[in-house]
């Protein structure tokens, strides 16, 4: 599996979309499945707060809102880890 980096905000509005967890959630798949060529990252403010976590995949520039770890999952082009993971 090629390298992929997740930043996910720790700041505290990103927290109020559940961050937290979401980072948490992606964690405990990433070590369930070994996925190690993914690496979290909790970054603070990313001065784009409101409408969900915010998370950047790799070097994008681009800072996506996400609300659940799935959407971390499908991002990073994984599909269905989650219901692996549950397995
Ligand atoms: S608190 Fe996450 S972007 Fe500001």
């Known amino acids: ?26 964690g405990e798949i990433r070590e369930a499945l070994g996925l190690e ?16 976590a915010s998370v950047r995949v790799n070097s994008n520039r681009k800072i996506v809102k996400l609300g659940e770890v799935d959407d ?4 990073l082009g994984i599909q269905g880890a989650t219901v692996a993971c549950m397995a």
């Open 37 to 52: 060529g993914i690496q979290v990252c909790r970054v603070p403010c990313m001065k784009v707060c409101g409408g969900g």
């Open 72 to 75: 971390v999952m499908n991002a």
């Open 1 to 26: 599996m090629r390298r992929q980096n997740v930043k996910i905000c720790k700041g505290p509005g990103c927290r109020a979309w559940s961050s937290d967890r979401i980072a948490r959630e992606l």
